[in-house]
C-alpha cells in the first residue's frame, strides 16, 4: 500500500510525463518548486523554474517525446517528501534519474525540488 507522498510522487510524476510528451515545456517546468535546481548531465545546471523550463522548452523544439520510465522506486524520506529513481527513455535519448527530490506542497501536490538525471551518449 502507497503512503499519501508515493501517491502524491507518482501522480505528479505522471502530470510531468503527459506535460512533456504533449510538448508542453510550461506545464512541466510547473511540476518543479520556484527555487529548484535541475542538474542534468552532460548538459549542465539549472536553477529556478525559467531556467528550467527553457531547458525543456530547447529539448521538445529539438524533437524529443515519447517519454517512459522504467525500474520506478520511490522512496518517502518522511511524511512531505520522497526521492525517485528510475531509468528513462524517450525518442533518440536514454538514461537514468539518479534523484528527485519531490516535496508536498500545501495544496496535497507534490512538485520537484531537485532533479538529477543523466542523458546516456
Known sequence: MQTDIEQAIVAASEQWKAAFNAGNARACAACYEDEATMVAAPFGEYRGRPAIEAFWAKLIADGYRNVAYT????????????????????DGAHGVITRELWVLQSDGTARLREDHFEAAA
Open 71 to 90: 525500474d520506478t522506486r520511490i522512496e518517502p524520506v518522511d511524511e512531505s517528501s520522497g526521492v525517485l529513481t528510475a531509468r528513462w527513455s524517450m
